[in-house]
């Protein structure tokens, strides 16, 4: 190999835990010439001392590339005679490595599913969340009680029975702590058996998508809605369609009756984004309509512990036995995002189905966490936590919406529901690009998601949707502020 053959070979000398080595740098460089021809079949290597002294690398560090690209079927050796370029290759017009890694229209396609989901995907990306003030979605972490949560976490951390294989059901304990708060709370009447512990409240959506719906077939969805349980449904191959909204969430009355739905997405409790709490009696006719057509409700709970003024309605799948109600809920915003456990409460019939699934798909949930929640629902900590956050959530609430009546009057609209840890806002000129106000909004320092992006269909709202949960009372001042300078600075339409 003449010196004009590996002079474009670069060694980053100074290489950190994480960095390929000396030798393995070497060892990809030639590999790579080997790939793209510039070193053919049968091609005879120069000795590592001359490669050693015009790389300024030791012989040890090329010997050690040239033994692990003979390892790897790259190169042959002859004693005596040095290595050279490995006869057994694939022969004949190898095209060079940036045409190999360009050709992507030539390359083994997706499956349908594949192909559906990295469209959902593309549809659906979001920049990078970071905790910023007004990022939707994140529960005021100061507030939580990390050091209890500590005690209970080594309470089990040397527990040698939690090292062991478990249901992917969920951890038994957990199953009978979260019956008892749901059946109390939520007015349930569900058994420990029915519950299925998940990663997550995206997995359950995934189950729901996979078990009930077939490709192809019709599942209605909240628009606006959740991102999530579009892009679970899209991946599963369903056709989603949209249901008309009225004032407190899903308009019954306009549901469609032609039997051709197989599941409605639904989130009555604290509709997402917009806020809508649909009453008892709206509910009662929703359940008679599932019923009639023969479509499963995949009733997602969302933030029903955050009701500021009075108690929330009692969740669907309590307010009617034998009802085909699959019931969802994720301790995201109630515990920790990052502890990623959610559950479902799935008919008696169906749950080895469900278990199944999420055995086949992902096994069991973290066990130790799963541990340590269970301690910490069933003393009491986390209905304690609920009623504090409570209380806090609804000062932040009220404080916002007078923020916006100081600040944001003739610009944007909140729309009001005394729920949740968000606010939803619309602009009063509709014109507006509510997606560049959020990149702009971001670029102060603050998150928001655009409310448009909640839209399936064409026609869209514009407008933010505001997380205030975890905001100090000066970022909330800042930020709204902040928020009506950016919406005056706008040009005119």
């Not at 790939?35 to 790389?55: C, E, K, P, Y």
């Not at 949560?149 to 939690?162: E, I, T």
């Not at 949930?365 to 806090?392: C, K, M, N, T």
């Not at 609209?413 to 702009?440: C, E, K, N, W, Y």
Request: some cysteine; charged content about 20%.
């Amino acid at each position: 190999m003449s010196v004009l053959e590996y002079r474009d070979i670069h060694i980053e000398r100074e290489t950190s835990g994480n960095s390929p080595s000396l030798s393995q740098q070497l060892a990809q460089a030639l590999r790579r010439k080997i790939m793209n021809g510039q070193l053919s079949a049968g091609r005879r290597l120069s000795s590592s001392r001359a490669l050693a002294s015009d790389l300024s690398l030791s012989r040890n560090t090329v010997n050690s590339a040239f033994e692990q690209l003979k390892a790897e079927g790259y190169l042959d050796s002859l004693p005596g005679s040095g290595f050279f370029v490995s006869r057994r290759l694939p022969t004949g017009d190898t095209p060079p490595e940036s045409a190999i890694s360009h050709s992507v229209e030539e390359w083994p396609q997706l499956s349908r599913y594949g192909q559906t989901l990295q469209k959902a995907a593309d549809k659906y990306a979001a920049r990078d969340k970071a905790n910023l003030p007004f990022t939707v979605g994140l529960p005021d972490l100061r507030a939580f009680p990390f050091r209890l949560w500590q005690q209970l976490y080594r309470r089990h951390s040397d527990r040698l029975v939690l090292g062991g294989y478990h249901s992917p059901q969920g951890y038994w304990p957990l199953q009978q702590a979260l019956a008892e708060y749901l059946n109390a709370s939520r007015g349930l009447r569900c058994r420990p058996e029915q519950i299925v512990i998940t990663q997550g409240a995206q997995q359950a959506l995934a189950l729901c998508a996979q078990l009930l719906i077939e490709p192809g077939e019709a599942a209605l969805i909240e628009e606006p809605g959740y991102r999530g349980a579009q892009r679970a449904f899209l991946s599963a191959g369903a056709r989603l369609e949209t249901v008309v909204m009225g004032k407190h969430g899903v308009a019954v009355d306009q549901l469609p009756e032609t039997g051709q739905h197989r599941l409605l997405y639904c989130t009555p409790t604290h509709q997402y984004p917009l806020g809508g709490i649909l009453p008892a009696h709206e509910r009662l006719q929703l359940l008679q309509w599932a019923e009639q057509q023969k479509c499963w409700i995949v009733e997602d709970d969302y933030d029903s512990e955050f009701h500021y003024y009075g108690q929330p309605v009692a969740a669907l799948a309590g307010m009617a036995e034998k009802t085909p109600v699959i019931y969802m809920g994720s301790f995201s915003k109630t515990v920790l995002p990052g502890l990623r456990l959610g559950y479902l409460v799935v008919p008696e019939h169906l749950v080895d189905a469900f278990v199944a699934a999420k055995a086949a798909g992902s096994g069991e949930s973290p066990i130790l966490s799963q541990a340590v929640l269970a301690d910490f629902i069933g003393e009491g900590h986390f209905a304690r936590h609920l009623r504090r956050s409570r209380r806090l959530y609804q000062q932040k609430w009220e404080h916002m919406r007078e923020l916006c009546q100081q600040h944001l009057q003739g610009l944007m609209t909140p729309v009001v529901q005394s729920a949740g840890m968000h606010l939803a806002v619309s602009f009063d000129d509709q014109s507006l690009d509510d997606r560049v106000i959020s990149q702009r909004f971001y670029q102060k320092g603050y998150g928001s998601s655009p409310l448009s992006s909640y839209y399936y269909g064409s026609e869209v709202r514009s407008g933010l949707t505001l997380g205030f949960a975890h905001t100090a009372e000066q970022e909330r001042e800042e930020g709204i502020q902040t928020l009506a300078e950016l919406l005056r600075s706008q040009p005119e339409s």
